[in-house]
């Protein structure tokens, strides 16, 4: 039966829940400490509890704001669960991140109506993937989590903080009774301050987080909860704040860096500031030293210079990345903070394009939200890690974090793969929290040399006026003042050389090709990016499009009015020298915005070069013939047709030329044109397609497309099966269906279950589907067209643990991992 839309959720899945993980490449902390350093840095991933408030029924959320005594008086917040022998063996036990959003059932929205007149025309709960959350749903909308931290009597000497790489949102953070701190933002990183207020006794301490989602930031998929990390961060009385140090590298070996420096005893102290250069293998190459005086409860900026040896530059092909050792102490070391930085050089120039360093590069972009089928928005770090090699094998080069601060695990990764980042904020306004937002933007990201552009907007309503100009300048005024070293971008899709424009160094465009030289000629030295390109849209292994199915032909067709199709966009911005490139709307499918099927029962686009799983549709391979180097050749559709039907075949390739053949006849052979592709029409006879690829008259490729029989097993394949045993790492696990012959069944739908035994834990699943309505919670998922997926993560005890997939009429398939 399908739920109503004040469905209240009974009952939740009895699975692991995604958390978070040290991925496979380093993915280092970006200001993590050294293994000797006082200073320790403490994920808060386990141990919590969670249970849903409710946004209006005040006896259904614990009491808190029951009466007018609320904040009357410090450590008595009112909430019942903030005491410290309140019985919480009714919640939940949850592992961070978290994401409840999308343990929820889908609901339709019975109050929309359609206009099909209205080309605009949209069921904006269909932008959020049709999930109960928000002012209509109080029951679902509202979140606790709890939380005991034990510390012991060495840190009361200490200074203690709780750093939260992102809750969405508005959280209350509650510590002890104590009210510490409201943060509304659902993407900004912050600190709470909780020295004054810990336990050393045998009182356990009291983390308590209140999470209110009835209020949404974006116009897509959000989640709910906290769905990144928590870390508890103990540090000496000296030491070096959050974000405290900041380096600005040169590609001649100049660094220069600020050091933040705070001192909270109270007596003054005469500091030694050792500021050390590591290489990629930890060697010392660069050193220096100052003193320092702190007088009692103060804070000073020291600056400080190094020099490098034979610097290695940061870049796409090699991400060389240095490590700077910041050393505090008086008689000991009091504090030992570590960041990693890279050097590079950027050119961005109107007529030129491009450049890093002093070599001319076209951005080949992507642009993604944080969110995966399985998981929603707490997104694993490896999984993390796993998106942006998917990105990177099409050649793919940059990654525009739309349209929010991402999680600092992200950019880490890019830094270390060699993805070059547009980075930006979530709210393009100039008021105090707007500011204070992007203040901790820029100073939690700019150590990153992935980061090439700070972006202030995307597709504001005030991009146009006088008043937008305003907020414009007031903030790429402050974000110049933080970072001097990299432009200030937005993303524009109207009045483009009005409005916001001047107070911009990169402009940004979002489609609107046609408008390109019209403003390069009013704007001759602006340099323009292609923000937000294609929108073409295409459903994984269809091959019409069908509106009542609600699904879009994967051939390269299909995109929205305001879009373009892959091969229009890139063949123009790849033709002109002066375009920096571009970004395609999207990488990967995500829920909400259900284009072009804006309402019920879509509940995710059809606008990425993958799915919603990381599965590439067709398209993947048009971009991996233009943007890398590797021989590519791909033929589309499959092979599985009615006899005599005639199939449009087309072969994505960048070699010089194709031929095609059916069971050993030629079709033809064909010179590919440049940033294109190529086409046959075939009546459909079963049997085989085989395509050939010349590059200088010579074969270098080859590819099939067989007739597929009846599904007869299952196949599983994962990305890893030697796992970390740190109740972290995760698998990305496929499954398919093959006929006798070992040919994948293209249209296979089967019903697929799952079983884990062992040490390890199931923690989403999915198929792709933009119409699907399953869990992704679950042990089980229908295969579509041809392929499902499940996020198998370990945990903290190592050993063998094995997956099993099961149909019924179809051979099982079991894969085996082994965890240390």
């Known amino acids: 039966m399908t739920p109503n839309r004040r469905t209240v959720v009974a009952s939740l899945p009895v699975l692991g829940m995604a958390t978070a993980l040290t991925a496979p490449v380093a993915a280092a902390a970006a200001a993590a400490p050294a293994s000797n350093s006082p200073r320790q840095r403490l994920r808060l991933d386990d141990g919590w509890r969670f249970h849903f408030g409710h946004a209006e029924d005040l006896s259904r959320d614990f009491g808190f704001g029951a009466n007018q005594r609320t904040l009357a008086k410090q450590g008595r917040s009112g909430a019942k669960p903030d005491a410290a022998d309140y019985e919480d063996s009714t919640w939940r036990s949850v592992i961070l991140p978290h994401d409840w959003a999308v343990e929820l059932p889908f609901v339709n929205n019975e109050d929309y109506r359609r206009n099909p007149a209205d080309k605009d025309d949209e069921d904006y709960a269909a932008a959020h993937g049709y999930k109960p959350i928000g002012r209509r749903f109080p029951e679902n909308s509202v979140g606790w989590y709890r939380r005991l931290i034990a510390l012991d009597k060495a840190d009361a000497g200490r200074c203690l903080w709780l750093e939260f790489d992102g809750v969405f949102r508005d959280a209350t953070i509650i510590f002890n009774g104590y009210v510490l701190e409201r943060h509304d933002s659902g993407y900004t990183s912050f600190r709470v301050d909780i020295t004054d207020f810990i336990n050393t006794d045998d009182t356990p301490n009291v983390l308590l987080v209140r999470v209110d989602a009835s209020y949404g930031e974006g116009w897509f998929y959000e989640g709910a909860g906290i769905y990144r990390h928590v870390w508890l961060v103990k540090a000496d009385t000296v030491h ?106 950027l050119r961005f120039d109107a007529k030129e394009g491009f450049f890093l360093n002093g070599k001319p590069v076209k951005i080949k972009g992507t642009n993604n939200h944080q969110d995966h089928a399985g998981v929603g928005a707490a997104i694993p770090d490896a999984l993390q890690v796993w998106r942006l090699k998917q990105l990177k094998s099409m050649g793919s080069n940059a990654y525009r974090t739309s349209h929010n601060p991402p999680t600092p ?101 979002n489609y609107h090709e046609a408008q390109i030289e019209p403003f390069r000629t009013r704007f001759p030295d602006m340099p323009i990016i292609g923000t937000e390109t294609a929108s073409a849209v295409s459903t994984r292994g269809e091959y019409k499009t069908d509106a009542k199915k609600q699904v879009v032909a994967s051939y390269d067709t299909e995109h929205p009015y305001w879009g373009a199709t892959a091969e229009t966009w890139w063949s123009l911005y790849n033709s002109k020298p002066y375009l920096l490139g571009g970004f395609i709307w999207t990488g990967f499918d995500y829920r909400g915005e259900p284009t072009p099927f804006n309402w019920w029962p879509s509940v995710a686009s059809n606008f990425g070069v993958f799915d919603s799983c990381g599965f590439p549709k067709d398209i993947y391979h048009y971009y991996r013939s233009w943007w890398q180097d590797e021989p590519v050749l791909h033929l589309l559709p499959h092979w599985n047709w009615r006899e005599g039907e005639t199939v449009s075949i087309w072969a994505y390739s960048n070699c010089d030329e194709v031929e095609l053949f059916l069971n050993r006849q030629s079709l033809g052979r064909k010179t590919m044109p440049h940033d294109s592709h190529l086409e046959w029409s075939v009546p459909f006879a079963p049997g085989t397609l085989t395509a050939y690829g010349y590059k200088s008259g010579k074969v270098v490729r080859k590819t099939e497309r067989r007739t597929a029989g009846a599904p007869h097993r299952l196949v599983l394949s994962a990305d890893r099966t030697q796992l970390s045993a740190d109740g972290q790492d995760v698998a990305m696990v496929s499954v398919s269906a093959v006929d006798k012959a070992g040919v994948t069944v293209p249209l296979g739908d089967s019903l697929i279950q799952f079983a884990l035994n062992g040490q390890g834990r199931l923690i989403g699943v999915g198929n792709g589907n933009p119409n699907s309505h399953e869990p992704d919670k679950a042990s089980y998922r229908h295969l579509f067209n041809g392929y499902a997926q499940a996020i198998v993560q370990t945990t903290k005890t190592g050993g063998r643990f094995t997956f099993e997939a099961r149909a019924e009429s179809l051979t099982p398939a079991t894969l085996t991992f082994t965890s240390r």
């Open 409 to 509: 695990e992200l950019l880490d990764a890019c830094d270390e793969l060699g993805l070059l980042v547009i980075d930006e904020v979530r709210q393009m306004t100039s008021s105090r929290q707007g500011l204070s937002e992007l203040e901790a933007l820029i100073r939690r990201d700019r150590n990153h040399p992935s980061v090439i552009l700070w972006s202030i907007g995307n597709e504001e309503p005030q991009q146009m006026t006088a008043r937008g100009l305003k907020v414009a300048k007031s903030m790429a005024r402050r974000i110049r003042e933080l970072d001097p070293t990299r432009k200030v971008n937005a993303a524009m899709n109207k009045g483009f050389g009005d409005g916001i424009t001047t107070a911009l160094d990169v402009i940004g465009f």
């Open 240 to 345: 070096v704040p959050q974000w405290g140090v900041f380096v600005r590298p040169q590609t001649n070996g100049t660094v220069e860096a600020s050091v933040d420096l705070v001192n909270r005893s109270e007596a003054a102290q005469v500091a030694t500031l050792d500021v050390t250069a590591l290489d990629k293998d930890g060697a010392a190459v660069a050193t220096t030293r100052q003193t320092v005086e702190l007088t009692a409860q103060s804070a000073t900026t020291r600056e400080v210079r190094l020099t490098l040896p034979q610097p290695r530059l940061w870049s796409i092909d090699s991400p060389y990345l240095y490590t700077l050792r910041v050393e505090v102490k008086t008689e000991t070391t009091r504090d030992l903070y570590t960041l990693r930085f890279g050097l590079r050089d």
